[in-house]
């Protein structure tokens, strides 16, 4: 499980007192000349990229990662990917998602393929939209569906939705959330009540009028805040992901299902990293009755594609505007959203890959990694975690916590970028952002015990033994 961006009271009082600082300085600088030796194609590029590419890379995310420079990757099959230099890597970020399914796909690759010698994208549904409608539904329970071209989009028109329906202004979300670049959401609880996000670079208007925020697993606090008659949706993750794998507490959802209804606010669920749960999210996986589902990233296998689901409430309610002469500046939509290409893309990806037998195989992979990460900590003696969801799991240099704030304080950016650099040195991606481990089918035990052999090896090296 992660710990993110802010340091303050957990790393003193857990982490520091078993790590040396200076040793860590010294391992990380040996690690960081490793990297530098073994990547001399990637230098080469990333200094070529660098005059012509803000920050030397196509988005800005991708200057996250450990080193002095981007890995430059040449091909991607499976579980694994080959660097510029010839270095291959068993990939356990797989896109941050993007790739849940792995690499190369072979159906999508034929299927994008096909669509792009026939046309890619004309404004009008292809033969496969009714198809990813009806399987959408089939998975997740909700009856009507759109696509979009990236989760962020969809919780943008999600949220549009909300507004319009109800007549109230403001979103809600859990606090240290993610829902990828909605401004709404790139909000905290701070001392003062709701403020930006660190980080978050010139928002359009201040969030604390646009937002509501309460904590994760408090549902005191949610239903003081909904009741304050203001809030047109909360947009949550079934689970926080993205600030470590905060579970829900046992009931907390049922609560918040409950909450919503009496106070008139529509329940919006994110599957987009929690799809980790299985073929239907935790939606399915945990008996959900949200008010809109919206999914992004793995559905299209690699290709840019997003979709969002109406509760039959919900549908008949918003089906009376979707034929408006005026939708085509609702502010929903765009001109390439549901086109062809990355409709091909989502039917070959869904009906090919992240069915049961998927999951049956990556999620006990993600239990082999929990154990043998957890054995690594407590041969150690050292106080941190690890969580798990469906095939998705990470460590962190914490106890586990029971909400997003909790979860940041714990954030150790020195240790987090030694972790990631020992693996990678090592021939194991991590996500960059966090501890976070996803498996697909392609990957195997053999994979994983790499790992728990590397992890380990990395923290004898801290803690000297």
Same mark, same amino acid.
């Given at each position: 499980m992660e710990c993110l961006h802010l340091s303050n009271p957990w790393p003193s009082r857990y982490v520091a007192a078993m790590i040396d600082r200076d040793r860590l300085a010294r391992l990380r600088a040996d690690e960081e000349q490793r990297f530098a030796d073994t990547h001399p194609r990637s230098a080469e590029l990333?200094?070529?990229?660098?005059?012509?590419?803000?920050?030397?890379?196509?988005?800005?995310?991708?200057?996250?990662?450990?080193?002095?420079?981007?890995?430059?990757?040449?091909?991607?099959?499976?579980?694994?990917? *080959?660097?510029?230099?010839?270095?291959?890597?068993?990939?356990?970020?797989?896109?941050?998602?993007?790739?849940?399914?792995?690499?190369?796909?072979?159906?999508?690759?034929?299927?994008?393929?096909?669509?792009?010698?026939?046309?890619?994208?004309?404004?009008?549904?292809?033969?496969?939209?009714?198809?990813?409608?009806?399987?959408?539904?089939?998975?997740?329970?909700?009856?009507?569906?759109?696509?979009?071209?990236?989760?962020?989009?969809?919780?943008?028109?999600?949220?549009?939705?909300?507004?319009?329906?109800?007549?109230?202004?403001?979103?809600?979300?859990?606090?240290?959330?993610?829902?990828?670049?909605?401004d709404e959401t790139l909000a905290i609880l701070g001392d003062d009540g709701v403020v930006s996000r660190p980080g978050a670079m010139g928002p359009p208007v201040d969030v604390a009028l646009t937002t509501a925020v309460v904590p994760f697993n408090d549902v005191?606090?949610?239903?003081?805040?909904?009741?304050?008659?203001?809030?047109?949706?909360?947009?949550?993750?079934?689970?926080?992901?993205?600030?470590?794998?905060?579970?829900?507490?046992?009931?907390?959802?049922?609560?918040?299902?409950?909450?919503?209804?009496?106070?008139?606010?529509?329940?919006?669920?994110?599957?987009?990293?929690?799809?980790?749960?299985?073929?239907?999210?935790?939606?399915?996986?945990?008996g959900l009755e949200p008010d809109f589902v919206v999914m992004g990233k793995p559905i299209g296998g690699g290709v840019p594609a997003a979709a969002y689901g109406v509760s039959a409430e919900v549908a008949e309610a918003l089906n009376v505007h979707m034929h408006g002469t005026e939708i085509d500046v609702a502010g929903v939509g765009g001109t390439l959203t549901g086109n062809a290409l990355?409709?091909?893309?989502?039917?070959?990806?869904?009906? *090919?890959?992240?069915?049961?037998?998927?999951?049956?195989?990556?999620?006990?992979?993600?239990?082999?990694? *929990?154990?043998?990460?957890?054995?690594?900590?407590?041969?150690?003696?050292?106080?941190?975690?690890?969580?798990?969801?469906?095939?998705?799991?990470?460590?962190?240099?914490?106890?586990?916590?029971?909400?997003?704030a909790d979860a940041a304080a714990a954030a150790d950016e020195d240790l987090d970028a030694f972790m990631h650099l020992w693996a990678l040195n090592r021939g194991i991606l991590l996500t960059p952002f966090h501890n976070m481990a996803l498996f697909s089918p392609h990957h195997t035990e053999a994979d994983v015990d790499l790992h728990t052999e590397v992890f380990g090896d990395a923290v004898a090296a801290l803690v000297g033994g």
């Open positions: 990333s200094a070529e990229a660098r005059r012509s590419l803000l920050g030397g890379v196509p988005m800005p995310w991708m200057t996250r990662w450990p080193g002095a420079f981007p890995v430059f990757f040449e091909t991607a099959s499976g579980a694994r990917f *080959t660097d510029v230099d010839g270095r291959e890597y068993v990939d356990l970020c797989l896109g941050d998602t993007g790739a849940m399914t792995g690499h190369a796909l072979p159906a999508v690759t034929e299927a994008v393929a096909e669509r792009a010698r026939t046309g890619i994208t004309t404004m009008l549904p292809s033969p496969d939209a009714a198809w990813v409608g009806e399987e959408l539904a089939r998975r997740f329970g909700l009856p009507q569906w759109q696509m979009a071209m990236t989760a962020t989009d969809a919780n943008r028109f999600v949220l549009r939705f909300a507004r319009h329906l109800t007549g109230r202004p403001r979103a809600a979300v859990m606090d240290w959330c993610y829902h990828g670049t909605v005191d606090a949610l239903d003081r805040r909904l009741a304050e008659g203001d809030v047109a949706a909360l947009l949550m993750e079934p689970a926080l992901t993205n600030i470590g794998i905060v579970l829900p507490e046992p009931g907390y959802l049922d609560a918040v299902r409950e909450i919503t209804r009496r106070h008139g606010v529509l329940w919006v669920i994110d599957e987009t990293h929690t799809l980790c749960a299985g073929p239907g999210g935790c939606t399915a996986a945990w990355a409709l091909a893309a989502v039917r070959a990806t869904l009906s *090919t890959t992240l069915r049961e037998d998927d999951f049956a195989r990556a999620i006990p992979l993600a239990e082999r990694f *929990t154990a043998g990460v957890a054995e690594v900590i407590e041969r150690h003696g050292l106080s941190w975690h690890v969580q798990r969801l469906g095939c998705r799991a990470e460590y962190w240099f914490c106890p586990p916590p029971r909400n997003g």
